[in-house]
């Protein structure tokens, strides 16, 4: 008998390792480029600290944000509640792979016919130990896929903390943004209003007509609402702000800043793009989507160690007596061992159905890979070119501001001499502001392109 249960275990194995499905093989990644198309010299001091990138301006205010952002953000918070249920996943499959011990403790009273309908009583206390051989390594591939699902949501974490880090730090500028161009706007309702005032004696004293009052106190209105409409702006920015650090609305407040800050230098880090390849080895989301097709590829191997019997071995002892009184007594001990080998013959498909959804899950991994390195090649691209370009931008819109100025000045020297009139005078102002709110735009637009290149590649850098 044991020779011919060893047979059809041997039998068993063979007919399982024939019925195997082959493992899926995965598409090629994209070639990774030797360098970036929108990349130029760089003069860049030493490599960024990957963990507070955002130091890099130099803003205290700004460090601290960061910092209540990391500690109250709540997009942050589900992350790592994620990743806390990702590790107590991969705690049980490797609990699997352990002998199981369970205590029993029971009590029933029955009649059948074989008591002759008389009511009998049973109590017993023990315990049951269960062991799963995995001879197909189905175990040991799960808890690898848990521990790959653990790992992809630590990257997703990171990834995490870095888009919170970055929308702080958009906010950030943004908001000093609004506060240059409102200060701006706001000198000048402060200097129409005092050209209206000038303008109102002197068409009281009947050197003006009326039409003059009107011009200026149409300019004055129009900036007026410029304001009222960049305090709106301020509020939305200041309110998001809020939501990032994990705070009220209601509560959070940032004092605006006191001077426009048209004339302060620009003060941004310098920051190459490096390798590529350094870029992908640093990206958080490339790197989860990396973890997630290994850990579909982990369970392909789950399903198909299912064509692979399973064995089990068990083994009970304890007391067992039809009084309480007698259940520790010697004589009411019991004791069992066993073991179960079970193997399929027929499932429908079902583990055809397995193998072929493991196969597309990792197809689909795969996919979402590729495009996820693509997305970061595209997004190093994007933030480099509007780097570069914002720069040349921001020099011709400086000549322009210059050019502004200049012809405001003569327009009001020739105002006063009489030689032009008011609304060209108006003109010359109104294109002036346009030109220096252009330049503080542009100003904003390299700050926020900045803080997408540190975001783009992976929150660090080097020389």
Same mark, same amino acid.
């Given at each position: ?54 130091? =890099? ?6 460090? =601290? ?67 799963? /051989?995995? /001879? ?41 943004? /609004? ?34 009052? =009107? ?51 620009? =003060? ?106 693509? +997305? ?30 200049? +012809? ?33 735009? +542009? ?21």
């Amino acid at each position: 008998m044991m020779k011919t249960s060893f047979t059809l275990l041997f039998a068993a194995l063979v007919l399982a390792g024939c019925a195997s499905a082959p493992p899926a093989a995965a598409p090629a990644l994209p070639e990774v480029p030797s360098a970036f198309r929108e990349a130029g010299p760089s003069t860049a001091p030493a490599a960024a600290s990957q963990a507070a990138w955002w130091q =890099a301006f130099a803003d205290p205010q700004l460090d =601290a944000l960061v910092q209540r952002a990391e500690r109250d953000n709540a997009s942050l918070h589900a992350a790592a509640a994620r990743v806390a249920a990702a590790r107590a996943l991969l705690r049980r499959a490797e609990a699997d792979r352990l002998p199981q011990l369970q205590a029993t403790a029971g009590a029933s009273r029955e009649a059948t016919p074989l008591t002759g309908n008389r009511p009998t009583t049973n109590i017993a206390l023990g315990a049951n130990l269960s062991y799963e /051989i995995d /001879i197909a390594g189905r175990l040991s591939k799960a808890r690898d896929a848990a521990s790959l699902d653990a790992m992809e949501r630590e990257a997703l974490l990171a990834d995490t903390r870095l888009l919170v880090q970055a929308e702080v730090v958009r906010s950030y500028f943004a908001l000093r943004a /609004i506060d240059a161009e409102r200060a701006l706007v706001q000198g000048t309702v402060a200097s129409y209003r005092n050209t209206l005032s000038l303008t109102e004696r002197r068409f009281a004293a009947g050197d003006l007509p009326e039409l003059e009052v =009107a011009r200026v106190r149409s300019e004055l209105a129009a900036n007026e609402s410029e304001a009222l409409a960049l305090e709106r702006q301020r509020s939305q920015v200041e309110h998001a702000l809020a939501l990032l650090v994990g705070d009220a609305a209601s509560r959070f407040t940032l004092a605006a800043l006191e001077t426009s800050g048209a004339d302060a230098p620009l =003060a941004l880090p310098q920051v190459p793009a490096g390798l590529p390849s350094a870029v992908l080895a640093r990206r958080p989301d490339v790197a989860a989507a990396r973890q997630a097709v290994l850990a579909a590829q982990a369970r392909v191997g789950i399903a198909q160690a299912a064509w692979w019997p399973t064995l089990s071995l068990t083994a009970s002892g304890g007391q067992a007596s039809p009084e309480l009184s007698d259940l520790l007594r010697s004589g009411a001990r019991t004791w069992g061992i066993g073991s179960l080998l079970a193997l399929p013959l027929f499932d429908g498909g079902q583990r055809q159905a397995g193998v072929a959804r493991a196969g597309a899950e990792v197809d689909l991994a795969t996919a979402r890979l590729r495009e996820q390195v693509l +997305v970061a090649f595209r997004d190093v691209e994007d933030e480099l070119a509007s780097v570069r370009l914002l720069a040349d931008q921001a020099e011709a819109q400086r000549r322009a501001v210059e050019a502004a100025a200049r +012809v405001s000045a003569l327009a009001e020297a020739r105002y006063r001499n009489g030689f032009v009139s008011q609304l060209e005078l108006l003109d010359a102002q109104r294109s002036e502001l346009r030109s220096r709110r252009q330049a503080l735009q +542009v100003r904003a637009a390299r700050y926020q392109a900045t803080v997408g290149l540190m975001r783009a590649l992976g929150g660090a850098w080097q020389a």
